[in-house]
């Protein structure tokens, strides 16, 4: 596995189950099309696996880590404010037809539309 995994929140916040909204704040996911790198630990594997079903999810790079770096307005915060996917995406149909689920090493291809 990579070091990193790159997890992009598509679902918005109405209509979701307490526990997956609690979830998506523990991996700071707090708005739509905001995306976080975290590190594939048992724990965030396990927080992954539960809102597999409203995110987007993958092995990233480190290329893309760095396009992603460079777009952050603010060094700061431990998170990435993306744009809308350009040419848009289906966003209630799981990968490979949609965008849910994991995307493997794929999701660079994803993060493209969205910079």
């Keep these: 596995m990579s070091e990193k995994i790159c997890v992009i929140r598509i679902a918005g916040r109405v209509g979701l189950d307490r526990d997956i909204k609690e979830t998506m704040k523990r991996l700071n996911l707090k708005r739509k099309y905001s995306c976080v790198l975290v ?7 396990g927080m992954i696996n539960r809102i597999r079903d409203f995110v987007a999810f993958g092995e990233i ?4 880590e760095k396009k992603l770096n460079e777009k952050r307005k603010t060094q700061i915060k431990n998170f990435y404010r993306l744009h809308p996917p350009r040419g848009g995406i289906k966003t209630k149909i ?3 037809k949609g ?14 539309k969205m910079l």
């Design 94 to 96: 799981h990968y490979p």
């Design 39 to 45: 590190k594939p630990t048992k724990e965030n594997l």
């Design 99 to 112: 965008v849910l689920g994991n995307h493997g090493n794929k999701i660079k291809e994803l993060v493209e």
């Design 61 to 64: 790079d480190q290329e893309t």
